[in-house]
């Protein structure tokens, strides 16, 4: 009998009695309380790490494995280093008794290549009788005080058929939750359920990806048979991941956008004579994207592009460049900003190009209501062609006469439900959204599969670039110096905190800590202000609306201040605990900064160091290419952490990477593509049409 067969009948032969459950597997009505010894409490603990049904808990895959299979000597021993031993006692256990019931048992053991002495604390050998060259197994970490070889507290069996001779899942715990209850859980739900387990991929995909089915995928991801099994495993599940994944996002494409014919734009409004009327020269890049949104405009079909652009690219006047063709033609346009100050800043910047040669808006909430019904009543008849707005373009009260463009600022701070209401406000309406977020060219085919993608990568002339700089904190006096000489010079200074407010678990530098430190020491002298995302939203604009005017010299703040306003004066921020962000993060910070002629700096304070913070550091440091940036910061910490999953509605996914794994997902892209095709409802797929719903309830963003 091989030792394959043995693990698997110890794994049986740990639960006793059949037990016959009337529901199916996946459907949600077999409870946790009916596995062995999960009772309300431990029901409760598991909540901690998201398991809520008995799929996620089959889903709950281990974080790491052990290989307890390969044997070695003693003499083979290496310090610190987990191994499976097999030696004969030399000497008996002995256990010795200390304080407030705490035991140490030891015994001393050989393998014929060198001796070692096992130590088991709290525990003692009294009921098992070991004796004097008797065999037994053992995996432990190694151990050498004074030349001796010591292992303490290592798991010893008699035989290679429990926890050891076998890869040893590893899982994530909480408080209440052994790495042990987790496997007889898993264990019986596979033994007695296991049947249940059907089949969720298409068999084209199984067989041309050459990929093991799923029953055997999820045996072997919590229970290897050996290491190549759980790599087979992890290939399979990954895929299934990457599955769903595109699935999901093709779903909730079709869910929610709007398809067909669009405004058919046209050739009235020649692109050369809104160029003439701008007071600086458009970049190559920027002429290149112009190109693009005439053509889309002038085609029957609807317009839905995405433009990338680095902070200070440019991308606003393409906006406005897109509505002036759509007003020529004899419709509305509407630009949606993230904030008010940004809504303001922008209907500044438009008064400026258009002058007085169409009827422009601005929509926000600090408006009175005779401010705003006078216009709703202007875009229901036609006479306002602009509206720059925030969120609020999109309440159930406006009406638009002839809706004919939406442009969208920082897409991802509107959802697809906001923009699908936006729509339903036009006739088919063309659309272009905007990004300050560069997105790597695979992850953008996959998020953005329904639109046509333009990317600005060329910087105006005269755009300063950022000199970064990263310190410890022994250097701030003389960074605040340098601070106050900047202000002196008639500039003004960012400073940026990871939190709003102290905090005894973290010892991270606060807003409320620091603007009270140095408003009453180093900027006594100078005007500063605190903004945070805790403030009422009035407050926060009329703050950034005084740094604006120049009326506050320094302004200290968290990151809300990441997508905000234009201010050319100011020319350097800094930043605390720089460990805390993201490159991306970084990048989008510093974008703030340098948006005039003017030297800009950035300082970075690194206060708490690791190994990769030290590489984050070293990479904002060195470049200023904000798509290297981007694809940089998704390598080091995944796409879930760069997007932030919640507001992005992306998941997390366990095994797969979309940035490496890109060949595979374009093949499995095809075989979503060709489902869908036959069957858009997935009608005659249930168990697709089950996986999706579930996939979509553990990733409730991706709904949106």
Not at 56 to 83: V, W
Not at 237 to 248: D, H, I, M, R
Not at 380 to 400: M, P, R, S, V, W
Not at 589 to 595: I, S
Request: a positive charge.
């Amino acid at each position: 009998m091989g030792r394959t067969t043995l693990i698997l009948l110890y794994y049986i032969s740990g639960i006793k009695g059949k037990r016959r459950l009337n529901a199916a597997f996946f459907g949600g009505k077999m409870s946790l309380l009916q596995l062995k010894g999960l009772g309300p409490i431990k029901k409760k603990n598991l909540e901690k790490l998201s398991i809520f049904t008995i799929q996620d808990l089959l889903g709950y895959f281990p974080k790491s494995y052990e290989d307890r299979t390969q044997l070695i000597h003693l003499g083979e021993a290496r310090d610190n280093i987990f191994g499976l031993f097999r030696v004969l006692l030399t000497s008996h256990p002995k256990t010795y008794r200390f304080k407030h019931k705490q035991s140490v048992t030891s015994f001393n053991a050989t393998d014929g290549s060198s001796f070692c002495k096992i130590s088991i604390f709290h525990h003692s050998f009294g009921k098992i009788d070991y004796q004097i060259g008797e065999e037994i197994y053992f995996y432990g970490k190694a151990k050498f005080e004074n030349h001796r070889l010591i292992f303490q507290n290592p798991i010893i069996e008699k035989g290679l058929y429990g926890e050891l001779g076998r890869i040893y899942p590893i899982y994530g715990l909480t408080e209440g939750i052994s790495n042990k209850d987790i496997q007889q859980w898993i264990k019986e739900i596979l033994v007695y359920y296991g049947n249940q387990i059907r089949e969720n991929l298409p068999v084209e995909m199984l067989q041309e990806l050459n990929l093991i089915d799923r029953k055997t995928a999820l045996n072997n991801i919590h229970f290897p048979l050996n290491i190549e099994m759980a790599e087979k495993a992890k290939k399979r599940l990954s895929s299934e991941e990457l599955f769903y994944f595109q699935l999901a996002i093709e779903q909730t494409i079709k869910d929610h956008i709007l398809f067909g014919n669009g405004v058919s734009f046209s050739t009235q409004g020649d692109k050369n004579e809104f160029i003439k009327n701008i007071p600086y020269d458009l970049t190559n890049a920027q002429k290149k994207v112009l190109d693009e949104i005439w053509q889309d405009m002038e085609s029957s079909k609807r317009m839905n592009r995405l433009i990338q652009g680095d902070v200070g690219s440019g991308k606003t006047i393409l906006a406005f460049a897109a509505a002036w063709k759509a007003i020529q033609n004899g419709y509305q346009a509407t630009i949606m900003a993230p904030t008010e100050i940004l809504a303001k800043q922008h209907f500044e910047t438009a008064r400026e190009i258009f002058k007085d040669t169409i009827q422009l808006q601005l929509l926000i909430g600090l408006q009175n209501e005779k401010e705003k019904n006078s216009t709703y009543k202007g875009l229901q008849n036609g006479d306002i062609k602009l509206l720059i707005a925030t969120h609020t373009a999109i309440q159930e009260k406006i009406e638009f006469a002839k809706l004919g463009l939406i442009v969208i600022d920082e897409q991802h701070r509107f959802g697809v439900k906001q923009r699908k209401a936006l729509f339903q406000k036009g006739i088919v309406p063309d659309m272009i959204i905007m990004s300050a977020t560069p997105i790597p060219r695979t992850l953008g085919m996959i998020l953005y599969s329904d639109m046509d993608i333009s990317v600005i990568d060329e910087m105006p002339p005269g755009r300063q670039v950022v000199n970064t700089y990263v310190v410890g904190i022994a250097m701030e006096e003389r960074v605040i110096n340098f601070a106050c000489k900047e202000v002196d010079k008639g500039g003004q200074v960012y400073v940026i905190c990871p939190l709003i407010e102290e905090s005894e678990k973290l010892n991270l530098n606060a807003a409320q800590e620091v603007f009270h430190r140095l408003s009453t020491g180093y900027f006594k002298n100078y005007v500063s202000a605190l903004i945070h995302g805790k403030m009422k939203a009035d407050e926060k604009e009329k703050i950034m609306e005084s740094f604006f005017k120049g009326e506050i010299d320094i302004l200290i703040s968290t990151t809300v201040i990441e997508v905000g306003v234009n201010v050319p004066n100011a020319n350097l921020m800094i930043v605390y605990n720089a460990e805390r962000f993201g490159l991306a993060q970084l990048h989008q910070l510093r974008g703030r900064v340098g948006r005039s002629s003017n030297k800009a700096n950035c300082i970075l304070f690194h206060m708490n160091p690791s190994e990769k913070s030290t590489e984050r550091m070293r990479i904002i440091k060195s470049t200023n290419d904000g798509f290297l940036i981007a694809k940089m910061d998704m390598e080091l910490r995944g796409i879930g952490d760069f997007f932030g999953t919640r507001q992005s509605g992306l998941p997390e996914l366990k095994f797969a990477d979309v940035l490496l794994d890109e060949e595979r997902l374009n093949r499995i892209r095809c075989y979503v593509k060709i489902l869908l095709e036959k069957d858009p409802n997935l009608l005659g797929n249930d168990i697709i049409k089950e996986n999706l719903h579930y996939f979509l309830s553990k990733n409730t963003g991706m709904t949106m």
